[in-house]
């Protein structure tokens, strides 16, 4: 597969050049924040963020997308007939991609795109997207994707990996499509075994310092019913403000809603991010709620990720380590220590 170096002045050049071939998505700095965001809206392009505070999951399986569109017009001989809405699934390529959120759409996949379902549109996506990743020199203190199955210089999911030499920066494609990206990206040089050495010298020395912390090996043991009955859970609970952060927040979470707008006699049909952590998400249309109690979303979220998942694919958390329920929940549940919980948990004991 080839690879190329460039400076860094040369690949943020680079990158500007690839406009008439993709839609190019960048972490751009948004406040305090770092945010996916189409170039042209870069004031400053730099590769100096931690991660983005949404992961990239929202450019293949938007925040809301309209689904269908329809009329209520009773003159339309086409009145109450569902059309699917346009969408627009040219080239992507989604730059800068920490390996936990490309490592996340791999786990993802298995919910919309398996051999029962496949949801048409989070494939056509994906399709259209070249993930270029960037492995990372300086992983934070809440970053935990060793522990899951990843690394800081993991490369699945990825089409193309950056590597940060300092002055440079090493690109190497993994795939057909990053070797598509990088033969389009004008400019630097084929990399000498100098520079292929000292970029994996790097990645070994960070991966071999990020520490392996947070225990998953008993979860895919332990009885089902018993972590669910576990005792721990109100504790678990008791500060959380059912906010949502944690799953808006997750490129790992999928669960979405589905409702009808109808404006006049024009309706659309759209499906918008939902979270377990809310109390309607399981309001049923009778008024009972199964998980009306705080404990109960929490357990599921929790139970969901590192138990069912676990249970159902038999390989695997449905967590990429990433970090951000984290650093972000405003009253610090922190799913490492929920793991720790229900991994060392011994029932009956
Ligand atoms: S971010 Fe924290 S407080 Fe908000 S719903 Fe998630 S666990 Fe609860
Ligand atoms: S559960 Fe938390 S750490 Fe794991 S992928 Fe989701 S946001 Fe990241």
Redesign the pocket.
């Known amino acids: 597969m080839a690879n190329k170096v460039f400076s860094k002045d040369a690949w943020l050049e680079a990158l500007g050049g690839l406009k008439e071939h993709y839609r190019v998505f960048l972490p751009l700095k948004d406040g305090d924040f770092f945010t996916y965001k189409p170039i042209e809206e870069a004031k400053k392009i730099h590769f100096d963020y931690d991660n983005t505070r949404l992961?990239p999951k929202g450019l293949i399986f938007p925040q809301s997308e309209r689904m269908f569109e329809f009329s209520l017009d009773t003159q339309d001989p086409e009145a109450n007939i569902l059309k699917e809405a346009p969408k627009d699934d040219s080239p992507r390529a989604i730059v800068g991609v920490r390996p936990?959120d490309a490592h996340?759409v791999g786990l993802v996949r298995r919910n919309f795109d398996n051999p029962e379902y496949r949801d048409p549109w989070w494939v056509k996506h994906v399709e259209a997207a070249t993930y270029v990743g960037l492995g990372c020199n300086a992983p934070c203190a809440?970053c935990?994707c060793k522990s899951?199955g990843g690394g800081p210089f993991n490369e699945e999911g990825l089409d193309a990996m950056m590597v940060d030499l300092g002055d440079r920066f090493l690109v190497r494609a993994l795939t057909e499509k990053g070797e598509e990206f990088l033969s389009r990206v004008q400019g630097g040089e084929a990399a000498d075994e100098e520079v292929l050495k000292e970029a994996r010298e790097l990645a070994q020395k960070v991966t071999d310092e990020m520490p392996d912390t947070v225990p998953t090996g008993r979860l895919k043991d332990l009885p089902v019913m018993a972590l669910f009955e576990a005792p721990f859970w109100e504790e678990v609970a008791f500060a959380c403000l059912n906010c949502g952060t944690?799953?808006y927040?997750?490129?790992?979470?999928w669960c979405f809603d589905i409702q009808d707008e109808v404006y006049k006699t024009e309706g659309i049909r759209l499906r918008n991010w939902d979270s377990c952590m809310f109390p309607l998400f399981t309001l049923h249309g009778s008024g009972h709620n199964p998980r009306d109690q705080k404990f109960q979303r929490v357990r599921q979220?929790f139970m969901h990720?590192l138990k069912y998942y676990v249970d159902k694919y038999g390989d695997g958390?449905?967590?990429?380590?990433?970090?951000?329920?984290?650093q972000f929940c405003p009253v610090n549940i922190d799913?490492?220590r929920v793991c720790g919980l229900m991994d060392a948990y011994e029932p009956g004991a």
């Open positions: 992961s936990c996340a809440t935990f899951v944690c799953t927040l997750c490129p790992t979470c979220r990720k958390v449905q967590c990429s380590g990433c970090g951000r329920c984290v799913i490492r």
